[in-house]
């Protein structure tokens, strides 16, 4: 996350600066008259360097500050959004503070010396006679326009990738019902096993509560953001074989609606439960080579009792899909310590139940507060990372644009300031005013498409390896790649045609009187 957001704001300032030379450029033409006379009456080229380069440099250091004013008041808003624990006089420190100050310095240099050095070389003599002109397309100019819209597409497509990716992980099936469940953290200042015992007692009878279970692990992200987990590795027959070590309560099954598939599952009418008696996800029977494992035995450890197995379950993802499911066991226990309890509800009673657990809960449990929450919201918190991923792409997706656009607006301007003539005899010669377009806006669409070339291998190179973190996964789409290589034509198209038209539009005679 954090070489993501540091690789976006590079992005961004690369794009910004692109985008400052650009347009510095293209103001050129307005001060070239300017620039003709102070050469004129003595200036030297140094002294009109210092000039626009110094005015260049106050744009910078007003937009740092800025900048700057703006991370101070929004630094709140971002520890929420990460949950950072960043302090606003961080900002001040001398080590930030010297980092950003030499950021400046470079942006400064780089974005406004290039067009300084640009203006300050104009002949006099060819500027007062209005003949100052760039000429062809500079490799450098066509190189920044590329390297604008290159980072801007490979943006979107990292934003719907994201998108697809978090979407793909919320709808995989999970191998239990997270819908209409209610998890309470019970905390340290009360016994778990207590408060469940006083919760199944209050709600026995309540027809709105269909089943109800304590645990020793949350299924996502609660209230209480915090996560455990408990994993047994032993040697079975040679083999090395580890296991999710789960504590379950009577009624685990039923309240988390997973289906059995072999066995029973935890019964108060067998008391032995308690004393080494396990159910196991078929990913683990696999392991121990048990096709029908009701009734075996198998060993933790040398010596030691074994376990007999009383049911069998599918594998479901007792933790996020960001981890490859793994096999689980399940035991019950009348001295662990139970951390959490499962509460179903009726799909009739869901606005309500929340308030009514709670009270509930205060007579259970008067001295720990209630964190109460749905157990489907909890799964969702597992991917907030990736969602706030794809939020900030999505966000920087639109940044980029925007500056890209008025970039490209700049440029777009420039030329056709340059080729006014041009445009006056193509139409006095008869061309139309579709033609004129296509004329004007032929050069920079190539552009741009030589920035999608560049741009979409690069997306797909780094978002599968950012997939390649999860092993559950979508497929790099061919779609996504279509449907942003047609945005960004269409929004670049759309920017170029208002100043064609415009362009095309204008009075032959206008264009021509000068000449």
Request: proline share 4%.
């Amino acid at each position: 996350m954090i070489y993501a957001i540091l690789g976006i704001a590079f992005f961004i300032l690369l794009i910004a600066g692109i985008n400052f030379i650009n347009l510095n450029v293209a103001r050129s033409f307005t001060r070239a008259r300017e620039v003709g006379v102070r050469k004129s009456l003595g200036a030297l080229k140094s002294q009109l360097f210092v000039q626009i380069w110094g005015e260049a440099a106050m744009i910078c250091v007003a937009g740092f500050l800025v900048g700057g004013l703006l991370a101070w008041l929004l630094l709140p808003q971002y520890n929420a959004l990460f949950q950072a624990p960043l302090n606003p006089s961080w900002l001040f420190s001398p080590g930030f503070a010297a980092l950003m100050l030499g950021v400046l310095a470079l942006l400064t240099l780089a974005a406004g010396g290039y067009p300084a050095w640009q203006l300050s070389r104009f002949n006099p003599v060819e500027v007062l006679k209005g003949k100052v002109s760039l000429k062809r397309p500079g490799l450098l100019r066509n190189s920044l326009i590329v390297m604008q819209f290159a980072m801007a597409s490979l943006l979107i497509c990292c934003t719907i990738t994201a998108a697809r990716q978090v979407n793909y992980l919320r709808k995989q099936p999970l191998g239990f019902e997270k819908e209409q469940v209610i998890s309470i953290p019970v905390g340290s200042k009360v016994d778990g096993r207590q408060a469940l015992g006083r919760m199944r007692n209050m709600l026995a009878n309540d027809p709105q509560i269909q089943a109800i279970t304590g645990t020793g692990v949350n299924l996502g992200i609660g209230r209480d953001r915090s996560s455990t987990r408990s994993v047994i590795s032993f040697n079975y027959k040679g083999q090395e074989v580890s296991t999710d070590w789960l504590l379950v309560d009577y009624e685990y099954l039923k309240t988390l609606d997973i289906e059995l598939l072999a066995g029973r599952e935890f019964d108060p009418a067998f008391p032995a439960d308690a004393d080494h008696r396990v159910i196991i996800s078929e990913s683990l029977a696999q392991k121990l080579g048990m096709t029908d494992p009701v009734g075996k035995f198998f060993q933790t450890d040398t010596g030691a009792t074994p376990y007999q197995v009383i049911g069998l379950v599918p594998d479901f993802h007792l933790y996020s899909l960001a981890n490859k499911v793994q096999p689980i066991t399940m035991h019950f226990s009348n001295e662990e310590a139970i951390s959490y309890i499962f509460v179903r509800v009726s799909p009739q009673s869901l606005a309500g139940s929340m308030d009514k657990l709670k009270q509930a809960w205060k007579e259970a449990a008067p001295r720990s507060e209630f964190l109460g929450s749905f157990l489907n919201e909890n799964i969702d918190a597992q991917y907030r990372d990736e969602e706030r991923l794809s939020q900030v792409f999505g966000f920087a997706s639109g940044i980029a644009i925007l500056l890209s656009c008025l970039g490209l607006f700049a440029v777009a301007l420039m030329v056709i300031e340059q080729r006014t003539k041009e445009i006056g005899v193509r139409k006095v010669l008869g061309a139309s005013i579709p033609g004129i377009i296509m004329v004007l806006s032929h050069d920079f669409m190539k552009l741009v498409l030589a920035a999608l070339l560049i741009a979409i291998p690069a997306a797909w190179f780094f978002m599968q390896q950012w997939l390649n973190n999860y092993p559950y996964r979508v497929e790099m789409s061919l779609g996504v790649f279509v449907l942003t290589s047609l945005a960004i034509l269409l929004i670049a198209l759309l920017t170029i045609s208002f100043q064609s038209i415009r362009a095309a539009l204008m009075n032959p005679v206008r264009s021509l009187r000068s000449e």
